[in-house]
Structure formats: structure tokens, C-alpha cells
């Protein structure tokens, strides 16, 4: 119950993500925060003041004249009670309201009779989202000291894959306690997480590659920064948007991969999610290699990777306190991640079971089992994301127990 005692006033506006401000609601109390809402019109075409007031156990604000029976309350009072004013979705329209001064309904109103810090999360088409006079508008909100949070890139609720999705629910309530300087079980302390496939060039246009999305990897570090780590992501082609608030780097080869992981130390905690290529060729070629008529295909002289899980926990001093491997198996799961365990010298291994028929590879959700050396935990299948969660949750208590 963290956020108790926080109060925040949430405008929610025209956006077909206005349906996750339901959710917003709902977390920011679980955390103890009371939540008083504001719909403009657009705002009570998606969602309902009745749904928006069951959530809140506060009444819905959703237009100028509701201030004026004797329950209401003024546009400044309804500032002036919030420590917060969140607008989520923060649509094109209503950040251009805000950015002119424009007080033409309640929500522009309050905004506009306020001195509170404000937190938008803007939710728009992406062409809406890139338009200049959008940036344009933001670029003054923001300076005058509106803070931002998202949008994220994915599937648009038109149809279209960009910019402009309203940040998920977590990263707003994550922002939040940001703004609050509430730090998470993880703040403070670094993390590095490998993600994705590495591509291992056999000449300049064809490589060894394998199925990785890096779907979890990703979601772990994404997971982890919302804990409060300062993340470094070391990510393979991948076709996944970087996770809000991570440091990411990109490489294609382990070899670049093991240099990047081991530029990011010292961290306290590195999860090892990459699916890294074992071999590579020994000498890729320079130009592309042709077909010749009537000359058999070439034939592949491979040499190994460096194993970067294994490096990690060998690297003496510079180890991180807590290393995290994966295992990806297709049968006697348990046995092999025991085995990888000791190999590799790390400390955790997440088994998971990549058989065709897991649909694990590429897949949105995973059944896991957590290996150390006297025990395995075995969860049940969740999507990656809660995967991470769940993961993130469990390394911050073991990081927190293992402190000095
Ligand atoms: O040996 P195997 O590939 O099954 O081990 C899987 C674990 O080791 C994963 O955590 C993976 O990220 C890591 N690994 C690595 N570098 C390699 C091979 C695997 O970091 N070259």
C-alpha cells in the first residue's frame, strides 16, 4: 500500500485506450492511492462514468455542469485535492487544448486551473502521434514540466503497427511511483539481460540463426526495470520494440554479444535469456559465396561461441552476485538444467520446454521451472510477460535476502 495517502486526480480522454484506465484505476488503489476522475465527452464514449465510478468509489467528473448541484465540487478544488494529475489516454486533441490554454470543458478546465505537476500518457493513431504540430504541443507541455510516459510501438487499435499506443498499465502506475520517489524492490541496483537470437554471418548476406523471438528476454528486462533496476538489455536482431526506460544494445554474433554483456559490468544481476548461436563459421567469407554449376555445395567448417552465461559466472570479481541462465530443452528438462547448472556455475536456471508442441518458441506463453541446487519450482504455464513478472519478483527477494 505504498501509494497511500496519494492522491491523484486521473483525466481520461477520447482513446480507445481509455478501457485501460479501468485497469489504472484499479491498481493505482490496490496501491492505496485514491483515484478521482475526470471523462471529457470523447472520454465517456469508450468507457462509462458508471464503470469509471464502481472503480473509484469517488464520483465521475464529466462535464462543467455536474459542479454545480451541491455535491460538486470546483474545477480548482478538484486540482487543488490531487498531489497528481494523470491523463490517460492523453489524446492529440486534448494535449493541443492543453498546449493553447483552452478551457472549453472540465477536463481542459482543471488542467488549465492547475499549478499540479501533470503525467500524460499519450494514445493516438501513429500518424497522429508523428504529426508535428503532436510533437509540437508535447515539446511545450513538456516544457513546462509536463512529465511523459509512452506511448509504446505495437498494434494500433486502427489497424496499424507504430508509435502511439498508450504505455501499458504497469509503466503508468510505474511512472507514477516514480514521480512519487518510491523506489522499487529492485532501485538502485544494475541488471543486465541477454535477449534474442545471434545471427552468425556465413558470408555478407546469409547467417546461422535460430527461432528465438526474444519475447521473454525482453519482457524480463522490461519486468525488471519496473522493479526499479537500472537495465541494460543486450538484445539480437530481434523485431521487438525496445522496453521503455532499458538501455538497449544491439548485436547480431555472440562474440558481440559476450563484448557487450561484459561492457555493461559491473551489474548485481544478469539473466542470460539469449538463445546463443553454440557455433559459428570458422571463417565466414568475405564476398558471397556463388553457386557454381556442376560443383557440389560448399561445406561448413564451424567453431564454437563463447559461452556468455559461463563467462559471467566466472568472471571472477566482476561476477555479478546473482546469475541467471535458461534452459532450453525439448526433453528430461529438469536433468539438463541441473547439469547446466553446475557447467555454467550459475547460481538459477529457468528450465523451459521448447518441443514443437510447447508452441514456447515465438509463442506468448511459457511453463517454467526454477533450478538451483536444492530445489526446483515448478510454475504453471503463464505468458511470457507474467513469466517475467513473477521472475523479476522472485530474483528482487533473493537479490534483497542476499544483501549485507
Ligand atoms: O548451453 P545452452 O545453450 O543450453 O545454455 C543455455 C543458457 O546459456 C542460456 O541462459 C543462454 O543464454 C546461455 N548461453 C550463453 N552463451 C552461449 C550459449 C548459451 O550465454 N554461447
Redesign the pocket.
Known sequence: MHLSGRRILLVIAGGIAAYKSLDLIRRLREKGATVRCVLTRGGAQFVTPLAVAALSEERVYDDLFSLTDDNGMSHIRLSREADLLVVAPATADLMAKMAAGLADDLASTVLLASDKPILLAPSMNLLMWSHPATQANLATLKARGALQVGPGTGDLACGEVGDGRMADVADIVAAIERFFGLPGPLSGRKALV?SGPTHEPIDPVRFIANRSSGKQGHAIAQALQRLGAEVTLVSGPVTLPDPPGVTVVRVET?AQMLEATLSALPVELAV???????WRVAAPAVEKRKKVEGVPPPSLVLEA??????TLAAAGERRPRLVV????ETERLIDHARA?LTR?GCDLIVANDVSPASGTFGGDANTVHLVTPDQVRSWPLMSKTAVAEQLALFLAERLGAESP
Do not use: R, S, Y
Request: charged letters at 20%; aromatic letters at 4%.
Open positions: 541477454t555472440a542470460c535469456a539469449a538463445a546463443v548461436a553454440d561461441n563463447p559461452d556468455i552465461l559461463a541462465g535458461f534452459a532450453a547446466k555454467k
